[in-house]
């Protein structure tokens, strides 16, 4: 036997052992063994059960901090960037308040002061990833805002988020999308613009939540990078609790919310190396997607879960979107309006069948 062979069968050997789980099972029964003996548990295994249920402690415990990282990065409540220094020039800060009586931090950005250009653009309702909350997503703002010619609307999150207030959760979250759509329905301007959601990472399933909801309102959705939920999420981003995601009160299941969109355009946009999302997830949302209208997929063979945005082709895919699915709606809308005011519609006058007149001769 050479020597490679006798190593093959040694390696072989060896990783067919297994850790003996007591220590005096290897001898024989022969021997004369007494009849109390120390037993050893394997203390890997019993290691890892006890990492197992300290982590579920802790994912039940600090779900929402672990879904909600708002703290990071360090100093996001401190310094908040403002549009002004990207150099977007017509925007104002609002402060929304929520029906549970959160201040959330919004920024309003226009394309210009000119009232018809406002209305001609669509409006961007953007609502960001977990990460780096809308302050630092500023510079996306600006290529719709200065490339795509579009207004856009940035929504901080309840709770650390820039200077919103609040604890976020799932529940939370919801009331602060409704609140900015709320807002953008009642503005004087901006409810004569056609009206697009779009979210990164957890933003995506806010923007799906929000458009599932309210669908007659919008006419166009933009996702990137985003989960089916929660529950499925956690088996690959923590393995080791995999067996108690029944512990999850923040579901977030977009799987179920993109099928009640029936209607609106849909964008997905999805990084073919996401390490934290499995790109699967995308691919069955998109698959998932009942929208009669269109749907659209794109991929970046390249794009990992936080630099999706910045891979060659990405803006050109919107801006495809946008011109292809979305800006001809407004053409349509147009239309119907100028035939409705040249050519009015006259009502018809009701008959009303009178009663017959009764003979004198009768």
Avoid at 54 to 78: C, D, K, N
Avoid at 262 to 282: N, R, W, Y
Avoid at 292 to 314: A, E, I, L, R
Wanted: one cysteine or more.
């Amino acid at each position: 036997m050479s020597k490679k062979e006798r190593f093959d069968d040694e390696e072989s050997s060896i990783s067919s052992l297994s850790t003996p789980t007591l220590s005096l099972s290897s001898q024989s029964s022969t021997n004369n063994t007494p009849s109390s003996f120390v037993v050893i548990p394997n203390v890997s295994l019993l290691g890892n059960g006890l990492a197992s249920l300290t982590g579920a402690a802790l994912l039940y415990l600090y779900q929402s901090e672990l879904i909600y990282p708002s703290s990071f990065p360090e100093g996001s409540r401190i310094h908040v960037a403002k549009p002004s220094d990207y150099g977007i020039q017509y925007f104002t800060e609002e402060r929304l308040e929520t029906k549970d009586h959160i201040r959330l931090h919004t920024y309003v950005m226009m394309i210009s002061e000119n009232l018809e250009e406002i209305i001609e653009a669509p409006t961007i309702l953007y609502f960001h990833a977990s990460l780096f909350f809308s302050g630092h997503r500023l510079p996306i703002a600006k290529v719709f805002h200065e490339r795509h010619r579009c207004n856009v609307v940035m929504l901080s999150y309840r709770g650390y988020y820039g200077f919103s207030e609040g604890k976020p959760n799932e529940k939370g979250l919801r009331i602060d999308a409704q609140t900015l759509l709320d807002y953008v329905r009642n503005h004087p301007i901006l409810k004569k613009t056609l009206l697009i959601a779009y979210g990164q990472s957890i933003g995506g399933a806010v923007a799906i939540d929000l458009v599932s909801r309210n669908e007659s309102y919008f006419s166009g959705l933009i996702v990137e990078n985003t989960f089916l939920s929660v529950p499925k999420l956690i088996p690959h981003v923590l393995p080791i609790l995999k067996h108690f995601t029944f512990l999850c009160h923040q579901h977030w299941s977009s799987e179920n919310s993109v099928k009640k969109i029936q209607k609106t355009p849909v964008l997905f946009l999805s990084g073919a190396c996401d390490e934290l999302i499995p790109p699967e997830h995308m691919r069955q949302l998109f698959d998932s997607c009942q929208s009669y209208k269109s749907k659209d997929w794109v991929q970046f063979p390249h794009g990992m879960h936080n630099d999706t945005c910045m891979q060659n082709g990405y803006f050109t895919a919107i801006g495809n979107f946008l011109k292809g699915r979305i800006l001809p709606q407004k053409s349509m809308i147009q239309t119907k309006e100028e035939i409705r005011t040249t050519h009015p519609i006259k009502k018809k006058k009701k008959y009303r069948f009178q009663e017959r007149r009764k003979s004198t001769y009768w």
